[in-house]
């Protein structure tokens, strides 16, 4: 008898071809998203935009002009507000740089030293004293606006810079106390042990350890600081009378006038000119302000 024949075995079965997702959906999604994004930075542009064409145009085309394109380009509104207010704009930018750089000093030299001693000494009342401290950044100013005006007011600092700088000396912003005092916790008490080893104190450690490593958070607080006086407004109108002392918020209300008119013109072409220090301060610092808030505060 013959042998039987002998099926061939059946062939693996392939594996289904994966299923590729349509890109076109991707893309489109893509699309959709950067045009959310580029219309929600038209809207918040659209001020400082406006505020540009309105300092190339008449007074009389400010508010009766709808297009920001100026119709006629009135360049002299740069000229009168530079010398328009009584005194030249650039003494107002010469006094807000003088407050702004004494209150960052102070900021810096205060409120590292505070943070210093909370995140690395043991003291009686510690942590009662840093809750106080943070319950501070929940005080609204104006509930302390008046003890201030009387203190500052004894001293005979009223009309000067005194009120707007000496307090930053003080350690008086606590937000950036518990900036610092995260970003000291960081940082490993072994280098500290290691430096008393080799016989350091505790300001040496202060200044060779410590204040190196937290770079990042002290740039945090030198642009915060600098931005936030820069721009302050309420605290100078407070203490300041004399217009030789204005500061920039206070020179550009001296284009309003309620009797004689207004120099709208006038007040929008120093207020462009009133953005670069802020906008340089940004720019060079952008990437070190980006560093210190993702490292401060994030470890414990």
């Not at 505070?114 to 690395?120: D, E, L, P, V």
């Not at 490593?213 to 820069?230: C, E, K």
Request: some cysteine; overall charge positive.
């Amino acid at each position: 008898m013959s042998a039987p024949a002998i099926a061939p075995a059946p062939a693996p079965a392939s594996a289904p071809a994966p299923v590729k997702k349509p890109r076109a959906g991707i893309a489109g999604r893509r699309i959709l998203v950067h045009t959310v994004l580029i219309g929600v930075a038209l809207v918040m542009l659209y001020p400082l935009m406006w505020m540009v064409s309105s300092s190339l145009k008449p007074d009389q085309d400010i508010f009766t002009q709808i297009g920001l394109w100026p119709k006629h380009f009135h360049l002299q509104n740069y000229a009168k507000g530079w010398s328009g207010s009584g005194n030249s704009f650039s003494l107002y930018l010469i006094n807000s740089l003088a407050v702004t750089i004494g209150a960052v000093i102070g900021n810096v030299i205060s409120c590292s030293l505070a943070a210093y001693a909370f995140a690395r000494f043991e003291f009686r009342g510690k942590k009662i004293w840093f809750g106080l401290m943070l319950g501070t950044m929940m005080l609204p100013m104006q509930a302390t606006l008046i003890p201030q005006y009387t203190l500052f007011f004894n001293l005979n600092w009223i009309n000067t810079f005194l009120p707007l700088i000496v307090p930053k000396f003080l350690a008086t912003d606590a937000f950036f106390i518990f900036l610092m005092v995260q970003f000291i916790r960081s940082i490993p008490r072994e280098l500290d042990q290691a430096a008393m080893m080799d016989g350091a104190n505790p300001g040496q450690i202060y200044l060779r350890i410590i204040l190196p490593l937290m770079r990042p958070a002290l740039v945090t607080t030198t642009i915060f600081t600098f931005i936030w006086t820069y721009d302050d407004f309420f605290s100078q109108l407070v203490y300041l009378s004399d217009n030789s002392k204005f500061t920039v918020p206070l020179g550009l209300t001296l284009f309003l006038d309620k009797t004689s008119g207004s120099s709208y013109g006038a007040m929008f072409a120093m207020s462009v000119l009133a953005l670069a220090p802020t906008l340089i301060c940004f720019l060079v610092f952008q990437k070190r302000l980006v560093e210190g808030m993702a490292t401060s505060g994030m470890k414990g």
